[in-house]
């Protein structure tokens, strides 16, 4: 069953289009916020490489990005503590993702 809100999903960089060569947020015209989730610490993975693209893509709709805590490591070290943060993560990010829902119904 598809989520109730308009998600995409991405395991990869890819290249981003600038507002001046190719599509800007007028592309996507029922985006009313960002929201990026990533398993990693937020100092790794691909948030590093897309915020500055994909905030210059949304303008001035709201976004948010939920990751684990910056890090040195990209492991948690134990079991335990990554599937708290785990947890957290999803938690926080599916609690935002619901009020964005309620509020359009």
Known sequence: MPPP?????????CRFPSPTSGPSSAAI?????????????????????????????????PSASFARPRSASSA????ASHTQHQERLIRQALEVLSATVSGRS
Do not use: Y
């Open 29 to 61: 015209p029922d985006l009313d916020e960002l929201l990026w989730v990533q398993e990693e610490p937020e100092n790794m993975g691909a948030w590093e490489f897309v915020r500055p693209q994909l905030t210059e893509l949304v303008g001035t709709r």
């Open 5 to 13: 809100w308009p998600s995409a999903a991405s395991s990869s960089s």
């Open 76 to 79: 948690e070290g134990s079991v």
